[in-house]
């Protein structure tokens, strides 16, 4: 109820517990011309690669979609330089005295040259987790498309991002899949922020149902950062520009 007061209530529904996104309203809201233009891109990926090579299929994909102003690769460990700007959680994994990347986007803020700007940036990263197993492990590939823009931009290329999901989907013959209003439980276990989190609308998962955990597996996401990081990397005076990052597990889609 909160939700629906809050946002555009043809827009959402309720659906075992989740606050999903109208998956049609996101489909129609894209041309025909740019939905044809995704298909054909998404015809490259082949779900029978291995992750190293789905990984190359989905850069290739996207670059040939969007407009991508670099591509970055991420390290194993984060500098302390970094560390410094965006903290730290309890989520990260610390050997030798460094800290392991949690984060493949994390490796782009202090490399961007160019805003209005996308990017991608891919990295092998690492979490603790309560428990783990085939889809939540101690470490991953992620993939990333990290864009600053305006909010009406961001939003356009969320949409098509998420249709880009839904064409790989479909392709593999996967239509057990929801849209669905997130937070990030690692970044905070502060029960108010997780909540702001979902409500403002600042992170987007589209889930798989699992039938051998009984439960919806994230594939991919969409994190709305707002200011947040453009401040602390002082990236750009423009108060219209704020920046978001599209995110994939490589080894979740693969599986």
Not at 79 to 97: F, H, P, S, T, V
Not at 186 to 206: G, N, P, R
Not at 223 to 232: A, D, G, V
Request: charged share 25%; with cysteine; aromatic share 12%.
């Amino acid at each position: 109820r909160i939700a629906e007061r809050i946002w555009n209530s043809n827009a959402i529904n309720m659906k075992d517990g989740y606050i999903c996104y109208d998956f049609d309203l996101i489909k129609n809201s894209i041309s025909e011309a740019r939905k044809q233009q995704i298909f054909s891109a998404v015809d490259s990926v082949d779900s029978q690669l291995s992750n190293r090579d789905i990984l190359q299929a989905i850069k290739e994909a996207v670059n040939s979609i969007f407009s991508i102003d670099d591509i970055f690769f991420g390290d194993d460990y984060i500098d302390y330089e970094i560390i410094n700007k965006i903290g730290i959680n309890n989520k990260m994994l610390y050997q030798n005295n460094r800290y392991h990347t949690y984060a493949a986007c994390h490796h782009c803020y202090g490399k961007v040259k160019k805003i209005p700007g996308k990017y991608i940036v891919s990295a092998h990263c690492y979490r603790i987790e309560n428990e783990y197993n085939e889809y939540r492990k101690k470490d991953f590939d992620m993939f990333e498309i990290v864009s600053f823009d305006t909010d009406e931009n961001l939003a356009i290329l969320g949409w098509e991002l998420i249709f880009m999901i839904y064409s790989i989907l479909e392709k593999s013959n996967i239509i057990d899949f929801q849209i669905i209003a997130a937070n990030d439980s690692f970044m905070t276990e502060d029960k108010e922020k997780l909540l702001y989190q979902m409500l403002s609308k600042s992170k987007i998962e589209i889930v798989v149902y699992s039938e051998k955990y009984k439960k919806n597996i994230a594939v991919a996401s969409i994190n709305f950062h707002r200011k947040n990081f453009i401040s602390k990397f002082e990236l750009t005076d423009d108060v219209s520009i704020n920046s978001m990052c599209f995110g994939i597990g490589i080894n979740r889609l693969k599986n």
